[in-house]
């Protein structure tokens, strides 16, 4: 452990971070197709050791390997993992703050000094390919103060009165759990940490009255979750660090004006006490406890180890000035030695118990050209594309701009295919794209999306750097989306009884609501007089269709979500007394789509849903007479700010008229809209074409189609905006649903 002026935190705080954007990090994805992320080939010296990059930091150490950090020509901080058995190192982005221990676990937290850190990420470097676990320590109010293993921490949590407590926080897949720890003062605060080994862990704290408060000293069993033993302590060290504990001792760091720096040293077995002065405090010395052994140094004072319990002094040879502790209880030194020459340099207890020093790294010069590596990857875990305006950003911040990157996006439930080439960008090395949730013109489906990335380097030079992610593209459910993308599809028969399904855009494009793609469905709908869109009858994301055939039999088609239907099923015979049907608003408040048809003399049924597929609608109710004076009614659901869904209907004269609906079934006295509404052959309640949240009407006649986009005004509901859609094909179909 390095220890610096008085003024200077090193509560293990080394400048860096995971970044992860505010779009969040993706899920790793398993499906159809991901990789790992692919890491540089670890430089390797003439004498086969791992090489520590001249001009590099020291950012810590594990058992299996160690961190450095460097900066860029921009000013950029870059942090790498290197192992000692010449396996690939793995860059760790541009860090912000960093942590290390409980073997080779890497902590990158969203503050520079550790004890701030509120949102952390773990990486297990033992394993650079395992999934990242992230921890949301702010959401405990509470805050780092070390790494226990791969997906645990130690955290200084406030409570509800504004006590500091110490706790485990776990993560587990994504449950996060909070154990507390007990047998500490109950005025402890300021807590920090040692690395933790052999079950256990070393913190620091201040205690004691508010005019008198002095530091405090515990060794923690995890397990157990409680406090082992205590030590007292002149002051907190709250912003010195320098705890360390062995099977033999417990040390810690400490400062007095006149005395300089020294460690305070405590056997575990005797409790005796001692204090081993280092130096001036101006000459950041460190040291590390190996045992029984505390190595200490500094850049004019080569490194020795003390025996704390027999007083006998090694000299290691080794000139260094950094030094860290690793989790396995060896120290490990940045420095140079004669026989040698420079690097890192491992200090253990030999079989007799004296330290032994081994080399295990070489400083020599970086590579020449950073390996090509994806080091960030803006993927959101979910979006929204209503709530994104249809769009979703992703990007990959790779080590090196000079490379493209090919992007693929695959539907894991359709394979349906999006691709994507990125170049180099103008400045930087992020590459990313605005993604418009289209497919092949046509609005994607929503689901899971398997997203991944390939990079290669311009003239295609070295290997490519691979990843892949999940990604959930959601969207508001619309009642007449039959293939789930949001988007509106409108049912149209023609001359010859084929079926067949225009699938809008999701959202106007330059203004103006677009056809994507038509399909045929099939042939023989012409036994039908009346097809509805029905909307969401049993609960299914798809909306459903109902059909009456000439017989007078009415029969219901479930969508399968995918932009067909499944067999149809009998709803019942006798419905040939009704000449008019609107289906799809919810008349009653009660989330489903209810039913109302009109009979011979005029008067309407509410047929009230029931939310099952094979019954889907329940006994009728009589609404009131006086329909017979109107030719078309559809269903439209709210599009005027009305407690429910509401009607529209037209009548002989050409003058259409709105019922807001009250949600009891009935509806509130109409409203006049305009005249002239006589052209048209087709009224059509087509859900949400405009993607503004409101359910829209399109019109068809022999000039084509024209959409009415919904205000949620009851006493102007509709505006008029064009359409691309039918142009040209106003007498092509004798029904529209």
Known sequence: MQHRSAGTRLALAVTAALAVTALGAGTLATAPTAFAATSSSAAQSASGLPVFPEGSDFGGVGPSGFLTYSFDRDGSRKLLWTPYDGGTATPLQEPKGWSIGAGDVVVLGDASWTVNFRSITLRNMAAPAAPAVAIDLGALNGTYVAVLSPTSVLAQVTNEVGQAELHVVTKDGATTTSRKITGLPAD???????????????????????????????????????????????????????????????????????????????????????????????????????????????????????SLTGGQTVDLGVSAPRATASSDGSAVLLGSRAADGAGLFRVVAGADGTPTVTKVAETGPPSAEKPLAIEQVHVPDTVDLDKTGGKVTLGWTLSRADASLDVTLTHTATGKEFTKRLTAPASGTLFSFDWDGVIDGVDAPNGRYGVEAEATLAGGAGEPAYQGWLMNVTRTANPHDYDDNGATDLLARDAAGVLWRDDLRDRPVDGQVVPARRTRLGAGWQVYNTIEAAGNLAGAPAGDLIARDTAGVLWSYLGKGDGTFATRTKISAGWQGYNKFAAGSDLTGDGRPDLVATDTAGVMWLYKATGSWSAPYSGRTRLGAGWNGFDQITAVGDVAGTPAGDLLARDTAGVLWLYPGNGAGTFSARVRISAGWGGFTHLVGAGDVTADGRPDLVAYGPAGATVYPATGNPTTPLTRQTTTVYVGEGTKFNHLA
């Open 188 to 306: 402890a605060t300021d807590f920090f940490g040692s690395q933790a080994h052999d079950g256990s862990v070393l913190v620091g704290y201040e205690t004691g009255p508010q005019d008198g408060r002095t530091g405090g000293r515990a060794l923690i069993d995890v397990a157990a979750g409680t406090a082992t033993s205590t030590y007292a302590s002149p002051e907190s060290g709250f912003e010195y660090g320098g705890l360390e504990f062995s099977a033999s001792h417990v040390a810690w760091f400490n400062y007095k004006a006149g005395v300089g720096d020294y460690i305070t040293s405590v056997d575990r077995e005797t409790g005796e006490r001692k204090d081993t002065v280092l130096g001036s405090h101006g000459d950041e010395w460190h040291s590390t406890l190996v045992g029984e052994w505390l190595v200490y140094g500094n850049a004019d004072h080569p490194a020795k180890a003390v």
